[in-house]
């Protein structure tokens, strides 16, 4: 996670923490495992790979990301290689390799290196960047990002070489807000799911949609409502037209997520546990201008 100076432009509202608390959200399981580094020219923030298969673990993981400070002066610039090559540290040193588990990056960034207080030069990141790329393709990492070009000025060449060379995935977005929807395909990416975006219908003030569970050997369906103005009250009904209480005691995990100044909930998961197959409905309130976007992901229990 980039905090450099810069981003206090680009990232205003910090909705590159949200996305890295929705992916976090996605992603835990009995299996999973999160950590982050938060770079400018040093390293400013780091927490280890953490296992996200409680609440409790979850919600501190969320909350060490929540309280992420962007730089102060004197720590203003940019350092990529210095954040990846951290982060693939941090993967070598939680035994990620040899095992059942598929280790990804993914950087968050405005992205240009630029070190003109030091403490190294730009030669000397890029030389140690090659290192860290070609290691990272050779262990079978591969590396997301996600540029954040927000005054034109974002390196593309250097972003997308990033992800080409690790095989991972470039994402090129002019808004603070895509974050959430690129957390989103990632994930669809990662967990080798289907994703398929709902068409919703407003009507009487609700936001509403039908979706199909067509395959018995569904694990996961997660629902993700992505809004700019924050929905609320969601609501949902199995194939039999009953209403589900939204509880982990019905197979049902729900979390949302509020911008920085804590007003406005950018994202809503449903997380529904082996899903009946047939046709179910989800519903949230919400304002009728709002871009909202309903999207099903899911994933399977290979055994």
Do not use: C
């Not at 102060?72 to 982060?87: C, M, P, Q, R, Y």
């Not at 405005?110 to 070190?115: E, K, P, V, W």
């Not at 999207?295 to 229990?301: A, F, G, Q, V």
């Amino acid at each position: 996670i980039d905090g450099s100076g810069s981003m206090k432009k680009s990232d205003a509202m910090k909705l590159r923490l949200t996305a890295g608390r929705l992916f976090t959200e996605l992603a835990s399981s009995d299996t999973s495992r999160a950590g982050f580094v938060q770079f400018t020219n040093v390293i400013m923030d780091s927490a280890g790979l953490t296992d996200l298969s409680t609440e409790e673990n979850k919600e501190a993981f969320r909350n060490r990301l929540s309280g992420l400070k962007d730089s102060v002066k004197g720590t203003w610039d940019t350092d990529i290689s210095l954040g990846l090559t951290e982060a693939l540290k941090m993967l070598k040193d939680g035994g990620s390799f040899g095992n059942d588990r598929h280790p990804i990056i993914i950087l968050l960034s405005d992205g240009n290196t630029d070190l003109p207080s030091g403490p190294r030069t730009v030669e000397e990141s890029n030389a140690e960047l090659t290192t860290t790329l070609s290691e990272a393709s050779q262990l079978g990492v591969p590396i997301y990002s996600i540029g954040l070009n927000w005054d034109g000025k974002l390196d593309i060449d250097y972003m997308q070489n990033i992800a080409d060379q690790t095989g991972g995935q470039f994402y090129n977005i002019t808004s603070a807000s895509e974050f959430n929807q690129n957390m989103k395909d990632i994930f669809g990416n990662v967990a080798d799911g289907e994703s398929v975006d709902l068409k919703a219908e407003y009507k009487d003030g609700r936001y509403q949609t039908d979706f199909v569970i067509d395959n018995s050997s569904v694990l996961t369906a997660n629902l993700v409502i992505l809004t700019d103005k924050g929905v609320s009250d969601p609501k949902l009904t199995d194939p039999t037209g009953a209403d589900v209480p939204l509880d982990e005691a019905h197979g049902v995990i729900v979390a949302t997520d509020t911008t920085q100044d804590g007003t406005v909930s950018t994202y809503t998961i449903l997380k529904i546990m082996y899903p009946a197959q047939g046709v179910w409905k989800v519903s949230v309130a919400g304002e009728a201008d709002d871009a909202v976007q309903i999207n099903l992901l899911t994933t399977y229990d290979i055994s």
